[in-house]
C-alpha cells in the first residue's frame, strides 16, 4: 500500500513539474529562419548640394562675340560687378571700393595671374605688388599708384618683405557675370554685362575700356554706369 502511495505522489510531483514546465516556456518564441527582422533606420544628415541658384540654372545663354582682348578682362569687371552690388558707384577716389574691387578680381575668380601663389600657410594668396599694380591699372586706367589699404577693410593687408599683398581666401557664391554685348568704339570698347547675384537679382553695368593695360591686360577700364 505505501508503495502505491509512494508512486501517485510520484506522478504527481512530475506531471506539477511538466505543467510548470510549459508555462515558463510559453513566452519563448521558436527561432524562425525565415522570419525577417527589420533593422532600426539609422536618420542620415543630408547635406546641401553645391548648386547653382536656381536662377542661373534657368536663364537662356547669351551668345556674343567677345574679342580677346576684352575676354581677358573678365575677372576685372567681375571685380568692379561684386564691389558695386548692391548699388555702389564706380569711384577709384574711394580707397574701399578701390581694394574691394581689386579683392574680388582674384579671390574666388576661375582665372589669376600665373605670378600669384598660395599662400605658405594655404589661408589665400599671395599677390606680389607689380602684379597687384596691374590689376589696378586694368581696373582703373586714369589710377597711377596704388593706395593705402583702409582700415576697414578686411581680408588683405601688405607684407612689407615679400613686397607683396596677401589676399585671404573667403567662401561661398561670388555671383556671375555675362557678357551681353560689345561695341567698338575708335578708342576701345563698351561692353555691357550682367552680373547675377545671390539673391536672384540681375545687375546690368556697362564699362568703358581703352587700349592702355599692363600685360597681361590688354586693355584698361575707365569709366563704368549702370
Not at 547669351?62 to 575676354?71: A, H, L, R, S, T
Not at 567662401?171 to 578708342?187: C, P
Not at 592702355?212 to 591686360?217: A, D, H, K, N, R
Amino acid at each position: 500500500m505505501k508503495k502505491i502511495k509512494r508512486t501517485i505522489g510520484l506522478l504527481t510531483i512530475m506531471c506539477f513539474m511538466s505543467i510548470s514546465f510549459t508555462a515558463c516556456g510559453g513566452n519563448n518564441v521558436p527561432e524562425n529562419k525565415d522570419t525577417v527582422v527589420e533593422e532600426e533606420s539609422i536618420p542620415v544628415k543630408e547635406t546641401e548640394a553645391e548648386t547653382k541658384p536656381y536662377f542661373e540654372e534657368t536663364r537662356d545663354a547669351v551668345d556674343v562675340e567677345v574679342p580677346d582682348e576684352v575676354d581677358g578682362l573678365r575677372p576685372i569687371m567681375f571685380g568692379l560687378c561684386k564691389a558695386m552690388t548692391g548699388g555702389g558707384t564706380y569711384n577709384p577716389a574711394d580707397n574701399l571700393f578701390y581694394w574691394e574691387a581689386l579683392y574680388s578680381a582674384i579671390n574666388g575668380n576661375t582665372w589669376v595671374h600665373p605670378d600669384i601663389s598660395l599662400a605658405d600657410n594655404g589661408a589665400g594668396y599671395m599677390v606680389p605688388k607689380v602684379v597687384m599694380e596691374a590689376y589696378a591699372k586694368a581696373m582703373f586706367a586714369d589710377a597711377s599708384t596704388l593706395p593705402e589699404i583702409p582700415s576697414n577693410m578686411g581680408g588683405i593687408q601688405y607684407v612689407e618683405e615679400e613686397d607683396s599683398y596677401m589676399l585671404y581666401s573667403a567662401g561661398g557664391y561670388v555671383g556671375n557675370m555675362e557678357i551681353e554685348a560689345v561695341e567698338s568704339k575708335d578708342d576701345g570698347y563698351s561692353v555691357s554685362v550682367a552680373f547675377y547675384v545671390k539673391n536672384g537679382n540681375i545687375e546690368r553695368y556697362t564699362f568703358q575700356m581703352r587700349a592702355e593695360g599692363t600685360e597681361p591686360f590688354a586693355y584698361g577700364i575707365y569709366g563704368m554706369t549702370e
